[in-house]
């Protein structure tokens, strides 16, 4: 068993939320379980980690870097170029911040500014972990995968994708999956002035939205108020105002949708609702499964490699969700989709369970077990 010696994390990584909460779900769940233990966050300038880290309460450093171009131009090459030429700088920048902080263990969880971190760590020789969230493995960790020590992954079809390297793949799962399983209380609903015993079906696009789901929806309204199950929609915040204009030349006084621009605390949500309806991005699928909800995923089609599908299709496969391609998505197209599981609980119960049986729900603690291996092997090399 390790010391009760005071430990030091550095995590990395952003530009999306799917990069930077899985990491603060760790940090979280590592401080309950070690109070004494510091942490640093780099990130950069620009990403949504340079918010929502401090806002945390958790140190952040900012290194200056940018993403390939995938664009097979000239304009695309000068980018790339450039892009090659901030890479050298931060690597500078990432040593210089690693020898004043002196971590422990690395773990990126992707995004391009995990990439100079993370390899300048392994060739510091610190223990490094990267955390892949999707079924398709992002270009940073594909780059990374032969520097570091472990390579965590949610999904069981990412492992083959790192080829040689895959006896560094351990299966952890995603780290906010443990976050929504923690003790509830009831009474969410309520608060958003829904009837708590009343079915209730939860669509949303993500924390900004989704314009083809909520489209659908609003193609569906009328047909949603003559249901008797409750439909809880979240539009996001910049799609607010332009839905209630349009549902209130609709229906009036009617109770039985209620829509929110955005809803702070989903994982209360989801455990009083019966179906959820929404993108399969992995964070969304991780709280999913811990939860064991069935689910109608519609993947969104601008994303890298089409990931999202194939997120979606590791539970279609295992019989937990419905899949919905978007170019498919209509009104009446959503309106059947939710009808034939609100009114077939045998079904919702079976793909409840299915879902329950791909849930993470101690992923958080899995993780920090690779990464305390990694420190405990680490100091006994220096032992010996």
Same mark, same amino acid.
């Given at each position: 068993m390790m010391s009760k010696r005071k430990l030091r994390v550095l995590l990395t990584g952003g530009g999306t939320g799917g990069h930077i909460y899985p990491a603060l779900a760790v940090a979280d769940r590592l401080k309950?379980?070690?109070?004494? /233990?510091?942490?640093?966050?780099?990130?950069?300038?620009?990403?949504?980690?340079?918010? /929502?880290?401090?806002?945390?309460?958790? !140190?952040?450093?900012?290194?200056?870097?940018?993403g390939f171009s995938r664009k097979i131009s000239l304009e695309g090459l000068k980018y790339n170029l450039k892009t090659m030429k901030l890479?050298?700088?931060?690597?500078?920048?990432?040593?210089?911040? &690693?020898?004043?902080?002196?971590?422990? /263990?690395?773990?990126?969880?992707?995004?391009?500014?995990? #990439?100079?971190?993370?390899?300048? #760590?392994?060739?510091?020789?610190?223990?490094?972990?990267?955390?892949?969230?999707? !079924?398709?493995?992002?270009?940073?960790?594909?780059?990374?995968?032969?520097?570091?020590?472990?390579?965590?992954?949610?999904?069981?079809?990412?492992?083959?994708?790192?080829?040689?390297?895959?006896?560094?793949?351990?299966?952890?799962?995603?780290?906010?999956?443990?976050e929504v399983v923690k003790d509830i209380q009831p009474g969410e609903l309520e608060r958003l002035g829904l009837t708590a015993d009343q079915p209730t079906v939860l669509i949303f696009g993500g924390s900004r939205g989704a314009s083809a789901i909520n489209q659908a929806f609003i193609d569906a309204y009328e047909q949603f108020a003559e249901k008797d199950y409750q439909v809880l929609f979240v539009s996001g915040a910049v799609h607010y105002d332009n839905i209630q204009k349009q549902v209130n030349t609709m229906i009036k006084d009617n109770h039985n949708i209620h829509v929110f621009p955005y809803i702070e605390n989903m994982p209360e949500v989801f455990t009083?609702?019966? &179906? /959820?309806?929404?993108?399969?991005?992995?964070?969304?699928?991780?709280?999913?499964?811990?939860?064991?909800?069935p689910s109608i995923l519609i993947p969104s089609p601008n994303v890298t490699a089409d990931h999202q599908t194939k997120n979606a299709m590791s539970l279609v496969q295992n019989k937990a969700a419905k899949l919905i391609p978007e170019p498919e998505l209509t009104g009446s197209v959503l309106v059947?989709?939710?009808?034939?599981?609100?009114?077939?609980? #045998?079904?919702?119960?079976?793909?409840?369970?299915?879902?329950?049986?791909?849930?993470?729900?101690?992923? #958080?603690?899995?993780l920090i077990e690779v990464m305390l291996s990694l420190i405990k092997q680490q100091l006994s090399e220096g032992e010996a």
């Open positions: 309950m379980l070690r109070p004494e /233990v510091e942490f640093l966050y780099v990130g950069t300038e620009r990403g949504l980690e340079s918010h /929502v880290v401090p806002a945390k309460g958790y !140190s952040f450093e900012a290194v200056h870097i940018e890479f050298f700088t931060s690597l500078k920048r990432a040593q210089k911040i &690693l020898r004043e902080f002196q971590p422990d /263990v690395v773990v990126g969880t992707g995004g391009y500014v995990s #990439a100079p971190v993370i390899y300048k #760590a392994s060739r510091m020789n610190i223990p490094t972990v990267i955390h892949e969230q999707n !079924s398709v493995v992002g270009i940073t960790n594909k780059f990374l995968a032969r520097f570091v020590d472990k390579i965590a992954i949610c999904f069981e079809e990412a492992q083959d994708q790192f080829g040689k390297y895959t006896e560094k793949v351990v299966l952890t799962g995603n780290p906010r999956a443990q009083e609702i019966k &179906l /959820v309806v929404g993108r399969s991005g992995a964070t969304s699928l991780a709280e999913i499964t811990a939860l064991g909800l059947g989709a939710i009808d034939q599981l609100m009114s077939n609980e #045998a079904l919702r119960i079976e793909m409840a369970q299915h879902s329950k049986s791909l849930g993470r729900p101690e992923a #958080a603690d899995h």
